[in-house]
């Protein structure tokens, strides 16, 4: 199975994230791949990278220009060589089993293309925030094939699904005019297949102040107002392209 590791001047948190996927517990018949594919780093990402993993058999290292989160996913996904693909922030931790259990909720369920999970929260520094990212953020995980709901807001976390390389041929090419990945993989993953949930976190996730996906509250009624504002903004371009899909040759 291959895990793409997106990086974007992560020097400070970039080896305790692989180092979490190295030391995952997982049966011998698991053979795992981890993809880091650095989006033009400028901070010493690349240093710590070359010094600690340049020589191993089990971490690939890709180099590439700067732009953009999209692109860098799609990157490592078409690097992949795994039958399962996860994903995994660059300043996130995947707890000892996350591997191992959603290898095995893909491969019981044959209808099911997806898993994601629930996450523990932490700071900068490892200590826990919060025990639920969901009970944190009052978000209602659903299994199955809810397009619909998905077509609203996304309940999906990038950092903990993992997925059939089946799906690459669906959700592939990520429209690079979208803020995140996630979304639309879980939209177009509900599309055709069922998804599905682990109810327990699987991933540790790192709330610091460079954070893409979490921003340090601010509450001031400008901040709100430019926060909705930039909501609708996403919201508008994620229908756009969801449209355009739709009258590709992809769903004919």
Same mark, same amino acid.
Request: aromatic letters at 12%; glycine letters at 4%; hydrophobic letters at 40%.
């Given at each position: ?8 001047? /992560? @020097?400070?948190? #970039?080896?305790?994230?692989? *180092?979490?996927? =190295?030391?995952? +517990?997982?049966?011998?018949? !698991? ?77 019981? /369920? @044959?209808?099911? #293309?997806?898993?994601?999970? *629930?996450?523990? =929260?932490?700071? +900068?520094?490892?200590?826990? !925030? ?123």
């Amino acid at each position: 199975m291959s895990i793409i590791v997106p990086c974007f001047n /992560a @020097s400070r948190f #970039i080896k305790q994230s692989i *180092d979490s996927l =190295l030391d995952q +517990e997982v049966n011998k018949d !698991i053979e795992i791949e981890i993809i880091v594919v650095d989006d033009g780093s400028t901070d010493d990402t690349l240093t710590v990278l070359d010094k600690y993993y340049c020589r191993s058999k089990l971490v690939r290292i890709i180099k590439k220009a700067h732009s953009g989160i999209i692109s860098t996913v799609t990157r490592g996904f078409y690097e992949a060589k795994g039958d399962f693909i996860a994903l995994q922030g660059a300043d996130d931790l995947s707890y000892p089993n996350r591997v191992q259990i959603q290898v095995e909720m893909l491969t019981e /369920a @044959s209808n099911t #293309i997806l898993t994601y999970s *629930d996450l523990t =929260l932490i700071d +900068e520094y490892g200590n826990i !925030i919060s025990k639920s990212f969901w009970n944190e953020y009052n978000i209602t995980p659903l299994r199955g094939k809810p397009t619909k709901e998905l077509l609203k807001n996304n309940f999906v976390s990038g950092g903990t699904m993992m997925f059939k390389r089946e799906l690459l041929d669906k959700i592939l090419p990520i429209p690079t005019i979208l803020p995140y990945e996630d979304h639309w993989i879980a939209f177009i993953a509900s599309l055709y297949y069922e998804i599905n949930f682990y109810d327990k976190p699987l991933v540790m996730y790192r709330k610091h102040a460079n954070n893409s996906n979490l921003e340090v509250e601010k509450r001031s009624l400008s901040k709100r107002v430019e926060k909705k504002f930039k909501w609708w903004i996403q919201k508008f371009l994620f229908y756009r392209e969801y449209c355009k899909y739709l009258l590709s040759e992809k769903v004919r």
